[in-house]
């Protein structure tokens, strides 16, 4: 199976603060890689798709970007209501492995 | 607009049985792949098993093949999970989630998830 890596786990931003997620694959999984954001006691929103698609309707301070085995979200300007965990998933192969997530704080 | 309803959780003794409902609406069912993901208390999400739009293909995580089955009534727009064998660490809140594929010969994603149903394994 393919293992997802994230870092950091935890971040802490100020708002208007440029926040970047790193997600790594145990081995290639082209751009098939997906990010998902999830609130407290919600379930995951899909925000990026093929490594760097913007779903619709995503706010266009969310980014994503890498092919390979590396790839980063980005959010250019922290706002309050980005407080979530975020989660990377490859989808090249069965099973579907997510990232172990990285929770992103206000301060 | 998309809505995924889930139902069927619940207490459950180790070593028993349940099974998870998932009725879909606003889209045409029948034309999309499925897929369940689970999430233990407090913990990551974890990708469960998928199906195809005919139903004719299943996958399952290593922690659940042979004791979880994958079903789907296209008929009835309803997806389903039998899981039989409970564990106490199966204990999670489970998704019923929908795969789009952009393009044949492209990979299927995760562009819709259900609120969740909890199911607890404990005596």
């Known amino acids: 199976d393919i293992q997802m890596t994230q870092s950091p786990s935890t971040l802490s931003a100020s708002v208007g603060d440029r926040v970047t997620i790193t997600c790594r694959a145990s081995?290639?999984?082209?751009?098939?890689l997906a990010w998902y954001q999830q609130k407290p006691g919600k379930a995951p929103k899909l925000l990026i798709y093929?490594?760097?698609s913007l779903q619709s309707g995503v706010p266009s301070r969310f980014s994503g970007s890498g092919s390979g085995t590396e790839f980063t979200l980005t959010i250019t300007s922290l706002q309050p209501d980005d407080l979530a965990t975020y989660y990377c998933?490859?989808?090249?192969?069965?099973?579907?492995?997510f990232g172990p997530g990285t929770k992103v704080d206000i301060k | 607009e998309v809505q995924l309803v889930e139902s069927g959780g619940g207490l459950v003794q180790p070593g028993g049985s349940l099974r998870l409902s998932c009725a879909a609406s606003?889209?045409?069912?029948?034309?999309?792949?499925m897929s369940w993901v689970r999430q233990a208390p407090g913990k990551g999400l974890e990708w469960v098993s998928y199906?195809?739009?005919?139903?004719?293909?299943?996958y399952y995580a290593d922690s659940v093949k042979g004791r979880f089955t994958i079903s789907r009534d296209n008929a009835k727009n309803s997806l389903h999970l039998q899981m039989s064998g409970l564990r106490a660490d199966d204990t999670a809140v489970y998704y019923c989630?929908?795969?789009?594929?952009?393009?044949?010969?492209?990979?299927?994603?995760?562009?819709?998830w259900g609120q969740g149903t909890l199911v607890t394994v404990s005596s």
């Open positions: 989630a929908r795969d789009l594929r952009i393009a044949s010969g492209e990979p299927s994603f995760t562009d819709y």
């Open positions: 606003g889209f045409t069912f029948s034309s999309y792949e």
């Open positions: 199906i195809s739009n005919n139903g004719r293909t299943m």
């Open positions: 081995q290639s999984i082209s751009s098939w």
């Open positions: 093929k490594a760097s």
């Open positions: 998933q490859q989808y090249k192969s069965y099973s579907f492995t």
